[in-house]
C-alpha cells in the first residue's frame, strides 16, 4: 500500500480533493505494477501524456477536450466518493478543516 500523503495546496488549504487529486498516487501504483489501484486513485491519470506530443500541446480543441473531461470526471467522483473514499475523502488537517 503507498502511503496517503497530499502535496496538493487546495486539498491543504480546503481539505477537498482537486480534480487532479490522485494523479501522484496512480503513477506511483502504476509504475510498481498495481494497475487497477492506480485506475482507482484516478481514472484519468494517463491521459496528460497526450502533451508528451508536440501537435497536442498547442492544440485548444484538444486542450478543451481534456480539461473537459477533467471536470467531468472529477464532478462524477465528487458526487459518488466523497468524503469517505480516497483519494477524495475530506483532509480533517486542513486549514479549513480545523476551522470547522
Keep these: 500500500m503507498i502511503k496517503d500523503f497530499a502535496i496538493c495546496p487546495i486539498y491543504n488549504i480546503l481539505g477537498i480533493p482537486?480534480?487532479?487529486c490522485g494523479g501522484t498516487r496512480a503513477y506511483l501504483y502504476f509504475f510498481t505494477g498495481h494497475f487497477k489501484e492506480a485506475f482507482l486513485m484516478h481514472p484519468l491519470f494517463l491521459l496528460p501524456l497526450i502533451f508528451l506530443y508536440p501537435?497536442?500541446?498547442?492544440?485548444?480543441?484538444?486542450?478543451?477536450a481534456v480539461a473537459t473531461t477533467f471536470i467531468i470526471v472529477y464532478i462524477i467522483r465528487f458526487i459518488f466518493l466523497f468524503p469517505d473514499t480516497p483519494p477524495f475523502?475530506?483532509?480533517k488537517?486542513?486549514?479549513?478543516?480545523?476551522?470547522?
Excluded: H
Aim: proline letters at 4%; aromatic letters at 8%; hydrophobic letters at 40%.
Design 18 to 20: 482537486c480534480p487532479g
Design 55 to 64: 501537435k497536442f500541446r498547442k492544440n485548444r480543441k484538444v486542450i478543451l
Design 93 to 100: 488537517n486542513s486549514l479549513i478543516g480545523d476551522l470547522l
Design 89 to 91: 475523502n475530506f483532509n
